[in-house]
């Protein structure tokens, strides 16, 4: 698991970031009073489409597929939920967002578990000295 | 030589670092000297250079021919082949069309390369031809995730990754049995995507 705290920060901000973006975007474009299902999937390629430009912002800092996977994951789940949510009530951007980073959260603690999980009995060579 | 992937890194080649020179690096820069540590002191084959981004990871006083089939690439990663301690050779060479006799490598590296030979198999089974027989494939990759919904994004973005790079969706271990290689070992860095991947050529082959 990552433990360097420059890494673990980019990581938790790419993350919220993302999953805000993509929050925002859906809230303002889903309106009141579409299918459930449709909103979903709807929401979905929204957060995902959204994701990308994001990831592509935070990836020369802090790396590649460690803020692609998180971020695209933040993008879909914040999609999902808040177009459902902005389907039934409506929803200020500012929800969107807040709900979004919420979910961003969420997203960046379930992939450390995961990975966690895949690099168990596998230790991590030791950063050289000097290194972030 | 598959003149459609040249272009597409010759084009990438002038931004290439911006991308990848720090955050994936410094990310990986521990599991990358942990890897290329078990370069030996035979014939090494390397593929791909790019930018050279790997070079400074590499232990000195190594033989190693780099290959890579962008040109350009190759030119931007110059000072760091200029730099290394050891006796590192470039060539401009498409993997599918190795100029090399049977048998020449003692060990071969890759670094995030499979994601983006168009014809993954043959490329591989190009390597196992210029190995000895016996020797060793050493593989740093990302690859695709067999974990939903990670497997659903990763083919969604692959859509769009490969107009311009790589590939995100490849499964590169089954690749590598398919190739004819054995004693397959994987070793996971970043969830079940990033890996590095171990085999051997057959040792009768």
């Given amino acids: 698991m990552e433990t360097r705290p420059y890494f673990v920060i980019g990581d938790l901000l790419a993350t919220t970031a993302v999953g805000a973006l993509a929050g ?33 912002a935070f990836m020369p800092f802090f790396g590649a597929m460690e803020i692609m996977v998180p971020t695209m994951l933040a993008g879909m789940f914040a999609g999902m939920w808040i177009a459902m949510a902005a389907a039934m ?44 | 030589m598959d003149l459609a ?41 390397f593929l791909a250079v790019g930018t050279g981004l790997d070079i400074p990871f590499f232990p000195p006083g190594k033989h190693i021919v780099g290959i890579d089939i962008s040109d350009k690439m190759l030119e931007k990663a110059q000072p760091r082949v200029e730099a290394y301690q050891g006796d590192l050779e470039t060539r401009h060479m498409d993997v599918h069309h190795l100029d090399y006799p ?16 168009p014809q993954p198999i043959e490329g591989l089974k190009a390597l196992r031809r210029v190995l000895a027989p016996g020797g060793e ?54 969830l079940d995507v990033v890996k590095t991947i171990h085999a051997m050529a057959p040792p009768n082959a």
């Fill in chain 2, 102 to 117: 049977d048998g020449h490598f003692d060990q071969v590296f890759t670094s995030c390369t499979f994601c983006s030979v």
């Fill in chain 1, 24 to 56: 925002l975007v859906t809230a303002l474009l889903i309106p009141v009073g579409w299918n459930m299902m449709v909103a979903m999937l709807v929401g979905m390629a929204l957060g995902m489409i959204v994701s990308l430009p994001g990831s592509f």
């Fill in chain 2, 5 to 45: 992937t040249k272009a597409k890194w010759d084009k990438a080649a002038p931004n290439f670092d911006l991308m990848s020179g720090y955050g994936p690096e410094k990310r990986w820069e521990p599991y990358k000297r942990a890897f290329f540590s078990q370069m030996g002191d035979g014939k090494i084959l």
């Fill in chain 1, 89 to 132: 009530n409506p929803m200020s951007a500012g929800d969107g967002a807040g709900y979004g980073a919420a979910i961003g959260v969420g997203c960046f603690f379930v992939t450390y578990a995961l990975n966690a999980w895949f690099r168990r009995g596998h230790r991590a060579p030791s950063a050289p000295e000097g290194a972030n």
């Fill in chain 2, 137 to 190: 494939l050493h593989m740093f990759e990302h690859t695709g995730s067999k974990v939903f919904p990670l497997s659903l994004m990763m083919t969604f973005m692959t859509q769009l990754s490969k107009r311009v790079g790589p590939e995100m969706n490849r499964d590169t271990v089954s690749n590598v049995e398919a190739a004819g290689f054995t004693s397959i070992r994987v070793e996971p860095v970043y």
